[in-house]
């Protein structure tokens, strides 16, 4: 493992290591479990992280087609997860038990930690794509998953759906989403969402690459 790479896993296990730490300080102090459920919401969004990283790695390695097909399938299904974290910041407005400042760093960082690891783990596959594809063909499947994950953002919540319900309940998760998609004022609601949450992640997704690019030569120095 590279000291580059050591370094990246380092600085995020730190971000997540202080957001769990808070939470912790935060139940203590309080006495109640209000916004414990980041540190579940942050544990979900290292899983396209991880997934992320084992395709990156498998397609350096010339993994079977069919291996890399189904970790970025799984990748696409979990990816979601990263960036909702930002919505918990709609919590600010019960929040009790400890000064809003302190909630509003905590969900920050949660947040931050969220964006970074969706952000890294799409900097990855776009990597992956570019070399199989064609620098067009991966910027389209960046704009594709940042289009799904923000529709996914929509199904956890308002429909509190999970990347999992697809594979445990399939039939009612199909049925959740085309009856909100039938229903007229929902399905404004559903574009509204989708729209916003796909300019939000792109204009920062953006900002990231830049940076990215300028730090790293080539993806495969990470």
């Given at each position: 493992m590279s000291?580059?790479?050591?370094?990246?896993l380092a600085s995020l296990a730190g971000l997540s290591g202080l957001v769990v730490a808070m939470v912790a300080v935060r139940v203590v102090y309080s006495g109640n479990s209000e916004n414990a459920a980041l540190v579940w919401n942050l544990f979900l969004a290292w899983i396209p992280f991880v997934l992320a990283l084992q395709v990156y790695e498998g397609y350096r390695r010339g993994a079977a087609r069919v291996y890399l097909l189904l970790g970025g399938v799984l990748w696409l299904l979990f990816f979601p997860n990263a960036p909702y974290i930002v919505t918990d910041f709609k919590w600010l407005k019960d929040s009790?038990?400890?000064?809003?400042?302190?909630?509003?760093?905590?969900?920050?960082?949660?947040a931050w930690a969220g964006l970074l690891l969706g952000f890294i783990s799409l900097y990855l596959m776009q990597a992956v794509v570019r070399r199989a594809l064609g620098a067009l063909n991966a910027w389209l499947f960046v704009l594709f998953a940042l289009v799904l994950s923000s529709f996914g953002i929509?199904?956890?919540?308002?429909?509190?759906s999970n990347s999992?319900?697809?594979?445990?309940?399939?039939?009612?998760f199909a049925a959740d989403v085309w009856t909100r998609l039938g229903d007229p004022d929902e399905y404004a609601r559903v574009v509204a969402v989708t729209v916003l949450f796909t300019a939000f992640l792109a204009a920062t997704y953006l900002v990231f690459y830049s940076f990215a690019r300028a730090t790293v030569r080539e993806p495969t120095e990470l």
């Open positions: 000291d580059r790479r050591l370094a990246i009790t038990g400890a000064p809003v400042w302190y909630d509003v760093v905590l969900i920050s960082a949660g929509y199904l956890g919540r308002f429909q509190r999992w319900d697809i594979f445990v309940r399939p039939r009612t």
